[in-house]
């Protein structure tokens, strides 16, 4: 059901002094299982950006089911869905050996780079999306 | 109907190259929310920590509404609700001159700092939420 | 001798499973004092962009002396000095209650905001330094 | 010379409004090269943790040659040297296709975890130091 997964090590910079992983570092694994993602189905997120489009985050949501640690690999699978006008939507599951760790989604829309005024996901990128959840459908 | 509002102003290190502050920079706002909330009404988080307690996050959620910028001094309101057995929850609302920014909330579970297992948010604690949050709503 | 001084309260998702603040922390309160500095006695840092100039960090340097622990307030002290060409060098003092926690410098290059190629100083910003540091010499 | 060499990515996190990676996501992956170095010759990180002795950092210096941007792959390359008494240093060079990005180097004391006062660095990690460090000059 996820077209990819991610691998991430638990960096000492990313605990806090309760031992565990810090909440927010979970949003910037979910941003590096995106960017993997675009980089593997839509020619990379750099590519979008070149296009003269942003994509900004507007809304983001984590479930934390128990601590990450130092040095723990991660695995963070993700999938896009729900493209539609300017919008889209990434779901994540975080797992380590198979317990899940976390999970969560985050919810985007596009917006001209000059302009920041929201524009449609271009038919090339809802394409590639569409093309790589269907074939981890299957 | 916020017992306690406070003043962050974004870092440059915050920023990302979008020009604007980055999506995993709102938790870590809201946390300093949380803390200057515990300090005004219920002795301290490290006091809380300092009793053997952990509080862990265990589920944040993020709405941005309008980019964050470089400098902009943002203003975190936040308040606390919902204590029962050993959970409790934060809602949060930044705002930059009246304009909303961004909102979200965080929940919460106490555990025992040594077994790392559930236990109930203690009397003290809930009952200096009661009175911040009941004083606020006159 | 240093023109300025800026607080900042030691942040949890600054600690690390160390129980102590990470030592990269050091290098982003740098820069708010940076911030606070040009703020006070150059117009601000946005200032200086605005005018198509951006000031890289060529060198960086810490030096550790006692750990810093979340929610500590500490004072970082700041001045600037050797304004010469593209270059400038900035130097922190970091204390808790009149305690060396850590000093260090980091030394700047202004390049052209467009082109990326170094680009002298501009006479306003460092006359402005100058004025600023004589001030706090006298 | 290097006895390892780790490869980062520049996360979109690590990216500020200049459009370059933080000055201070440097220390991050030089601590990242560490661990791995660690983790290869030493039995990790978190085996020397467990021994009940902390590695504090007392010193970073890093210098800044080229900006390194969204996404490029970086790979740092770590040594470690001058182990004496309680303390250590690690050397690094980030590079980017063959093209010096940053260099630096991290000087380390070793601590007893209850105490925090200095403590020699136990025989069999200064060995096992030698050991990597002589391979690589070999």
């Given at each position: ?54 994509a ?32 889209f ?18 919810q985007h829309a ?29």
């Amino acid at each position: 059901m996820f077209p990819l997964v991610t691998e991430v090590r638990v960096r000492f910079a990313e605990t806090d002094a309760q031992g565990v992983a810090h909440n927010a570092a979970y949003l910037v694994w979910f941003e590096v299982a995106r960017v993997d993602y675009l980089a593997e189905f839509a020619g990379g997120y750099q590519a979008v950006r070149d296009r003269g489009i942003e994509a900004f985050v507007t809304e983001a949501s984590v479930r934390y089911a128990v601590p990450a640690r130092f040095d723990d690999r991660l695995r963070v699978h993700v999938r896009c869905r729900d493209v539609r006008g300017a919008r889209f939507r990434f779901d994540y599951l975080v797992e380590r050996s198979g317990e899940r760790v976390a999970d969560g989604w985050t919810q985007h829309a596009c917006v001209d780079a000059r302009t920041f005024r929201p524009t449609r996901v271009p038919p090339w990128l809802a394409e590639a999306i569409a093309r790589a959840e269907a074939r981890a459908a299957e």
